[in-house]
């Protein structure tokens, strides 16, 4: 069974923390990608990835960086935490070589918030 | 540049009858695929069913089904006899086929679907 796993549901920092949240797939998988879901506003894309060591800013990418050391492994990073990155933050992966049809697969969601 | 409407934030629906939940796109790119998520109360985003702009029949997946017109640039989710747990939020997305990043989707905000007893 192909799995996304993000290493927490949930989170509570502080403002101004350094934040990190971890993904982690099994699948072998090309593609990484996080995103951002707010009511009313969707799912936001802030940062992917194609490679280990590759990253390409998505649609939100201020106040965020991200870290790919390992193909199984992207990491989404608040430098500085504040309260408008409250919010529930998914990841994602795809393989490289992809058919039209071809879907992503998303961990459960980390949902945090910045006090 | 994609975008995905949703313009039903919440829907209502009785257990074992069936329900629409709506998604107009719009997109210059003269081929796309159409997909649908659910998401449950638990986060994760579950992957229900997709759509190719070229093909000519309606997609379906056990339960699901996708109304899909083109020049409607519609593509309403059908789910028949609902289900206690077809609570969930449903998303609809869009990814031009010459975009081979598969999670690099247009994402529409969601319709939160309930099903009564």
């Known amino acids: 069974d192909v799995k996304v796993t993000q290493s927490s549901r949930y989170l509570v920092k502080r403002t101004g923390e350094k934040v990190f949240l971890e993904c982690v797939q099994d699948m072998d998988h090309e593609n990484m990608f996080w995103y951002r879901q707010d009511p009313g506003l969707g799912l936001r894309l802030i940062y992917f990835?194609?490679?280990?060591?590759?990253?390409e800013k998505g649609d939100i990418p201020e106040g965020y960086s991200v870290s790919r050391e390992k193909k199984e492994r992207f990491s989404l990073i608040l430098e500085s935490a504040s309260t408008n990155q409250t919010s529930m933050y998914l990841c994602?992966?795809?393989?490289?070589?992809?058919?039209?049809?071809?879907?992503?697969?998303f961990g459960q969601g980390t949902r945090l918030t910045v006090v | 540049a994609q975008k995905i409407t949703q313009t039903q934030p919440g829907m209502f629906v009785q257990e074992k009858e069936a329900v629409t939940l709506d998604c107009t796109y719009d997109?210059?790119?003269?081929?796309?695929?159409l997909f649908w998520y659910k998401q449950p109360s638990s986060g994760e985003m579950i992957f229900l069913i997709y759509q190719g702009s070229y093909d000519q029949q309606n997609a379906t997946e056990g339960r699901y089904s996708l109304n899909f017109q083109k020049a409607r640039k519609s593509a309403n989710l059908v789910i028949s006899a609902s289900q206690l747990g077809d609570s969930a939020m449903y998303f609809c997305?869009?990814?031009?086929?010459?975009?081979?990043?598969?999670?690099?989707?247009?994402f529409g905000d969601g319709t939160t679907l309930t099903v009564k007893p």
């Open positions: 997109t210059s790119d003269p081929s796309y695929g």
């Open positions: 994602a992966s795809s393989p490289l070589r992809v058919s039209a049809n071809t879907e992503a697969f």
């Open positions: 990835s194609y490679d280990v060591k590759m990253k």
């Open positions: 997305a869009m990814r031009p086929f010459n975009n081979t990043n598969a999670g690099k989707s247009t």
